[in-house]
């Protein structure tokens, strides 16, 4: 089972490059999100998705797109990279039936840089 | 909005002593979830422990365990025994349901060094 698996680990872009972060989880859950993590502020909310084909911004959405055509994947896109941008993101995943707490899963995270 | 604040960023224990990390966080909701994250240098988001607001009785997992004050809004986590593998960063989280999403908020983390 492994869960939610993020690609790639590690990547450094040019300001003004595209590029996709992938998601994928396999324990058929509806709800994915993407988080960016920066010093001291921990994990903020980007996007999230409530099922395939529904998605909604989260507190942070600016400079980023998602969509989420299968349960199983949910891509964050980066249209023109900025060095603002430069953080570690995460994609994370849980069960639905809101109020019953349950927990989200993580990857293992994007360490993303932008010269 | 929800906003969680650990007002800790770095914290040091020796090994096999106690530590206590602090949690506080302001809601006007009832109905509500706290959870504490670990994040060792892997940089994995390990789920450490949960609490449902709604229940008194403090969750406790092995050497880990909360002390829940609601009324106060406060939510610490003491780490028992503390191991040189406990070494990581600790996040709060307030998990507030909505109709159709659970929506998370996250502290700015608390850096825990355990020295042998």
């Known amino acids: 089972n492994a869960g939610v698996t993020q690609t790639p680990k590690f990547q450094v872009l040019k300001t003004g490059q595209s590029m996709t972060l992938q998601c994928a989880q396999d324990?058929?859950?509806?709800?994915m999100s993407w988080y960016r993590q920066d010093p001291g502020m921990g994990l903020r909310l980007i996007h999230y998705s409530v099922g395939a084909g529904i998605t909604d911004q989260g507190e942070v959405p600016n400079g980023y797109n998602v969509s989420r055509s299968t349960t199983e994947d949910f891509p964050l896109r980066l249209l023109s990279a900025a060095p603002s941008q430069t953080s570690v993101y995460f994609c994370a995943s849980s069960y639905s039936q809101g109020g019953d707490g349950q927990p989200q899963h993580f990857g293992d995270g994007t360490r993303l840089s932008i010269l | 909005a929800q906003t969680v604040t650990q007002s800790q960023p770095e914290m040091s224990v020796q090994e096999a002593e106690t530590v206590t990390l602090s949690c506080t966080y302001d809601t006007s909701e009832s109905n509500y979830y706290l959870f504490w994250y670990k994040q060792p240098p892997s940089r994995q988001m390990i789920l450490v422990i949960r609490q449902e607001a709604y229940k008194q009785q403090n969750a406790t997992e092995n050497r880990f365990s909360v002390n829940f004050q609601k009324a106060a809004k406060s939510f610490s986590l003491k780490i028992s025994d503390s191991q040189l593998g406990d070494t990581a960063m600790y996040f709060c989280a307030f998990m507030k349901p909505l109709y159709n999403f659970n929506k998370f908020y996250f502290g700015s983390g608390t850096k825990l060094n355990v020295k042998p």
């Open positions: 324990m058929n859950h509806e709800y």
